[in-house]
Nanobody, 127 residues
Framework: QVQLVESGGGLVQAGGSLRLSCTAS????????MGWFRQAPGKEREFVAT????????AYADYVNGRFTMSRDNAKNPAYLQMNNLNPEDPAFYYC????????????????????WGQGTRVTVSS
């Protein structure tokens, strides 16, 4: 069983930055693709970013527009999300997700692709 725990959320002013981390326990996630999703109140959970288990490729939602960077370090935490230039459309709970994969370069964009989820970390942006 894999347990994911997100951290790094908080309150930031518009234009500010936060770095989210995803810690895994129960299994080494070196062969897992990782994703970040977010869910605002009253809205569906939506894709933010993903990274292949090799770490060689990433993909982002269009609204990210170059502001976020996803990375991973399998020796420490499996995933990070550096978020810069946060704006009033970004507040949400941000969730880390993992999917076992045999393809080192496979990209997974849909929430239903992922097997394991964290409990989320809250991001708030003040204007």
């Amino acid at each position: 069983q894999v347990q994911l725990v997100e951290s790094g959320g908080g309150l930031v002013q518009a234009g500010g930055s936060l770095r989210l981390s995803c810690t895994a326990s129960g299994r080494i996630l070196s062969n897992y693709a990782m994703g970040w999703f977010r869910q605002a109140p009253g809205k569906e959970r939506e894709f933010v970013a993903t990274i292949t288990w090799s770490g060689g490729s990433t993909a982002y939602a269009d609204y990210v527009n170059g502001r976020f960077t996803m990375s991973r370090d399998n020796a420490k935490n499996p995933a990070y999300l550096q978020m810069n230039n946060l704006n009033p459309e970004d507040p949400a709970f941000y969730y880390c997700a993992a999917k076992g994969s045999t393809a080192s370069q496979a990209i997974y964009l849909k929430r239903f692709d992922y097997t394991y989820w964290g409990q989320g970390t809250r991001v708030t942006v003040s204007s």
